[in-house]
């Protein structure tokens, strides 16, 4: 009997824990929760140690202030943070210990700034109780990235600063910016300033899955280096690495229709409407396309810190190349096999010139086509293959497969209720699943996988709350396969933390997809009834249904429990809507007979 009511208070006591067991995405390497709490309020004080330490009080402050309208004075003792500077620590490692007096921090450099992260994601969206915890933490991987193709269409300045704010929030660390494109140059560069002159701009964008209509809408814009040296600096201040693209030598229409001599008719071109894979890129037989890219990577080298250059590499047919007396010329002279090998001689003499300035090139998985330049970083976009032969080549690899991370495919099977895409179909679900770690390749091999990162093309996307709809939560999953233990990976746990996180997104108006709610998919019969439970996706949000067929968003009934329908010959017919706490509301979702 005693026995059974230690079990009982033990039983008691887990679920205490387990019910404020907090919504952290990433998930922590470790988190040891214990009893009591930390009453967090405006009243509570703060203190640092450093220059450091005193940055990330700002960084707080300003989402305090942001989030709820205070901020923290100067002060210790009972019921204060303290952040500290902790040289012993990893770079991007940190500690946080609470205790129901105080909340001690302790980081160094990107370790502080995310352990300040993890702070704001414990402080409930609303309520003051923070649980007594500790929490020792750091990456599982090194990059962590996310995409944005601003060729194919320009985003401002300011909304990538709120795009890196948002990554920053979920450690992710890698802003890949896909500088140049068929459908536009975004970046000055003051030898060749045409290219920005006429390159950035075009008189429409293609919209339709049909492409044949154009919105007429003209469509440009470029960064300045002034903007480049700002943004970069933005990142930096917020532990996020800049990696610029410049694509060679496909994807260069925009280029080419200034710089017609580039290619290899040398015939003039218009900046192309439509998207696709061009025939049309740099000639690999003529020496001023060398002149020309070195020209361009000399001023945009000093512009980014970061070890790396990326110079494309995709999607280049070879067409013109077959038919062009310079590039034939190329082929005879250096002893090439074939085009692919030309290919592979434009991207090696690139990687020597990059090299030669102390960086490193990264080049989508074509780059292995013909031979892989000697120091080159593959992306690995074609699924994994590209990644597991670099990696079996001893070379680094950012895992990036269509498969798994590609942010522009759909995000439903019910394409007709969703933005229009570029098609595939990519859930929650399977982004999370992702693992890094092949089993194509040896452990010995793992150590040549640097990362990951979510790619978000632009060829649909054409205003920054697409953006948000595409990335997040999608994004969220990414960050948790970057950064957490591959045993801590557990995706009816990250179920519930969502709802914390995404409510904090509406908070701050990021535009998320709002996921279907929890339990849809999962119609039960019970005694001739179809049951149903659903979740709030959101927290603090609603479910509107209806169980006629009639749109939910024109007048449903909140769901408050447990749904009982009797079963009807012609099936269920229940459609939903989630309103959240900013008023925004979902798409319908059709509620799936399943089980
Ligand atoms: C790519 O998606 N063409 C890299
Ligand atoms: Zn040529």
Redesign the pocket.
Known sequence: MRNCIIVAVLFLFSCALWAQSPSLIPTPKTMELSSGEFDFSSSTRINAQGEDAKKNVTFLNKYLKDTFGFTLKNGSGKNSIRLITDKSLPNEAYRIDITKDEITIRGNGAGLFYAVNTLQQLIPNTGTKIPCLKIADEPRFAYRGLMLDVGRYFFTVDYLKSFIDQMAHYKLNVFHWHLTEDGGWRIEIKKYPELTKKGAWRSSSQYTREGGLQDRVPHGGFYSQEDVKELVKYAAERHVEIIPEIEMPGHASAALSVYPELSCSGKPIALPLPWGIKNDIFCGGNDAVFSFLEDVLSEIIPLFPSEYIHIGG??APKKHWKECPKCQARIKAEGLKDEHELQSYFIQRIERFVNSKGKRIIG?DEILEGGLAPNATVMS?RGEEGGIAAANMHHDVIMTP?TYLYFDYYQSRDKQNEPINIGGFLPLDKVYSYEPYTPKITKEQQKFIKGVQG?I?MEYIHSGAMVEYMTYPRALALAEIGWSPADKKDYADFLKRIPARLASMDKAGIMFRIPEPFGWDKVKIENAQAVINLVAPVEGAEIYYTTDGSDPAAGGTRYTGTLRLPLKLEGLDIKCIVTLPSGRSSGVYHVQSGE
């Open positions: 995709d999607e989508w976009w269509n790619n093309w």
